[in-house]
DNA sequence: CGAATGCTTGCATAGTAATGCAACGAGCCC
DNA sequence: GGGCTCGTTGCATTACTATGCAAGCATTCG
């Protein structure tokens, strides 16, 4: 078509999930129908059903909280940039300083201000077992299932930071 | 009553949200429902409802995995110890060495081993705008409401801390 | 004691989230 | 161009979670 006319409630997928992760960035959004409330004030149009689906493609979280409403967080940045494999061991190698585990949790210590970089590489490298990351400043904490164990994940995420 | 017959199957709601949490903590749970089979093999009978209430009184969190199965995780450990604001303050003054805040999220240092005894007094604190915590070994990260705002939480607990 | 109060729970149901299916559109190959 | 394939979405429905209400118990008070 040579026609490429902008209609202003149409975004791509990715845009969209961009503006989801603002407007939960900046506000308490108790439940989906809130944010397909809150997406159509910015002029997006969708459907419960297809935040669901964003919802769950961005690893969100939903966290209760004890005498109130609950709220949706976004763990991780949802970057589109592609990391192969050799860029993730060498962001681990440069930008690791230290990995611990306690119980069901990876904890990954990097420089002042490098932490999401690092947590990016690692929610696109699909670790088995991970089940959410969420950065700091310079700290990474890692959510890892169970049935897998914090120790497993630490050891593979020591070695490829060469620890 | 003369008569403290030990029924099996009966347990007190604390005695029953621990033993959630250690389910929790030791397999990925999916579902609630998942979670009353889980009861019931270890002898104890509750219902949905009745899950979902502890949950929300643990402040549990649920994780949805891009293609997997959902999980529910426990931010912070649920004690039923009591901590005075001057318990509080002097935890804070004694244990946390650095506060810092990015977004919606602070990160809390503290000498090794001491996040727990941190994020348990934070727990306890009733602090408004503090959705959640999670406890490493020596870093504790707190989830923030983002009506309230990383800064302000920090602030506070900067001022707690004496910092 | 018996009544009153507060806490916990299950039941039933309302509220919220996830998903099978079909439709639509973009890019590709023949 | 016509037909395929892949990815995305909405609709309708199912699956899952939260909660109003009343019952059951224990404790306290009169």
Redesign the pocket.
Known sequence: ?TDPVKEPSKL??TQ?QHLIAKLIGSQVV????ALVDLLATEGV??????V??D??DMGAI?V?MPGSE?AYAIPALPKEQRAPEDHLRRVFGDWVVEVAHSDNLVIIRTPPGSAHVVASALDRSGLIGVLGTVAGDDTILIVVASDVGGESIATQLSDLAGL
Chains 1, 2 share one sequence.
């Open positions: 078509m791509g997928k969209r108790a439940n989906q129908l149009i969708a459907t419960q059903a297809t669901s689906r919802l769950e939903k209760r609950s």
